[in-house]
């Protein structure tokens, strides 16, 4: 038996992802979770309004509470079809702008001046904002084919298509598109239950039916549907960022595309590939040679760049000095600063400092003495 919802948790997960309909998936309502996490929680509109008014009400229709259900067998018995509602209508709408606008400036714009790409462009746009509208209207227990609201935006987008528009609107397919939506709306009376016809006996007649509880898919199923729509919606809304965005730079208005395409190609970048690309090469040479826990050790310590720093400014050299050449310092500043050079007590217990602080940016800087370091360490660690 299925376990009943929670209205505490349910309110819990509103509060922590409600914008990305967090609770929805939870009460298995996948496409009204679909619909916030590509809508921002309905705008943000939407996701306040349910929070305030609404949420009792889907936990009790996830638990398929004896109340709703009886409340939409009336409403069935008292309309052959859904009231229209002005709300969802507008939601509807705005919706269905939304899809289109990031669908259509996902492409590049030589895509939109070529007659056969910008062809695909239009039919990509119109089935956005078909699904926006079907997205919506079919919350809840209502039902409408594809085809209806699809229908509606290719007579808006074939509208538009007479002008010469540099910056469409789409204000008039999602508008046709909601309207033939409504006209064609219906009850889906497999909301709540699934209606099974069961094999006749000698006490029952070929029409007898049985209703039984609708099964809520496994959690699973709803996470991996909206995980794919979400990185579906990410993707499109990122791409129509990416192409059109603009920043100023220098007084200049350039797309973000354009600067990091030059960024790319900048000889700063290449030099930074070329360093990564050599840090690789001496990671995977270290990591051949000593194993994955010497590597990763050796990492962890590469990584403490302050004390880089301070190492190289000890050692009195550049940062672009060679391994050859830090070695030949360490050697020449340990002979200079060596405790047993000194007699005086002061000069010996100063020079004791400076050494111990020029052994340590040694061992920091050298990867001879790392080496012999992690060397001697596994010959400790094998004796034992």
Request: hydrophobic letters at 40%; aromatic letters at 14%.
């Amino acid at each position: 038996m299925t376990k009943n919802k929670n209205l505490l948790l349910t309110y819990i997960f509103s509060l922590l992802g409600g914008f990305f309909g967090l609770h929805h998936l939870y009460l298995g309502r996948t496409q009204h979770a679909l619909l916030w996490v590509t809508t921002f929680g309905g705008f943000g509109f939407g996701f306040v309004y349910e929070f305030l008014f609404l949420i009792q009400k889907y936990v009790h229709e996830a638990n398929y509470d004896e109340s709703v259900i009886n409340e939409f067998r009336l409403k069935t018995m008292r309309r052959k079809t859904p009231a229209f509602e002005i709300s969802r209508l507008c939601g509807q709408y705005l919706t269905a702008i939304f899809y289109g606008f990031i669908t259509y400036y996902a492409f590049p714009d030589t895509w939109h001046a070529d007659s056969f790409l910008s062809s695909i462009v239009r039919c990509c746009t119109t089935i956005a904002v078909g699904l926006g509208t079907q997205l919506v209207g079919t919350l809840g227990p209502r039902q409408c084919s594809l085809i209806w609201p699809l229908l509606g935006a290719v007579f808006g987008m074939i509208c538009l298509a007479g002008g010469n528009y540099s910056s469409p609107s789409f204000n008039l397919p999602a508008l046709l598109s909601s309207l033939v939506f409504e006209l064609k709306i219906q009850w889906n009376s497999e909301y709540f239950y699934n209606i099974t016809v069961p094999k006749p006996t000698a006490h029952q007649s070929l029409t007898s039916s049985k209703q039984i509880k609708r099964k809520r898919s496994h959690i699973l199923k709803r996470c991996l549907i909206y995980g794919l729509g979400a990185i579906v919606f990410s993707t499109i809304f990122y791409l129509a960022i990416y192409q059109n965005l603009e920043v100023h730079v220098n007084g200049r208005r350039i797309k973000i595309k354009d600067s990091i395409d030059d960024f790319f190609k900048s000889k700063e970048f290449l030099l930074l590939r070329q360093r990564l690309a050599m840090v690789a090469r001496q990671v995977w040479a270290f990591y051949f040679q000593y194993g994955f826990k010497e590597t990763w050790r050796y990492i962890w310590r590469t990584l403490d760049l302050e004390s880089e720093k301070q190492a190289f400014e000890v050692l009195n050299i550049s940062r672009t000095a060679s391994q050859k050449e830090i070695e030949s310092q360490c050697r020449t500043l340990a002979r200079q600063w060596h405790p047993d050079r000194y007699r005086d007590s002061e000069q010996k217990h100063n020079a004791e400092i400076t050494f111990m602080n020029i052994q340590q940016a040694c061992d920091c800087l050298s990867y001879e003495r790392k080496r012999r370091q992690l060397i001697k360490t596994r010959k400790v660690s094998d004796s034992n």
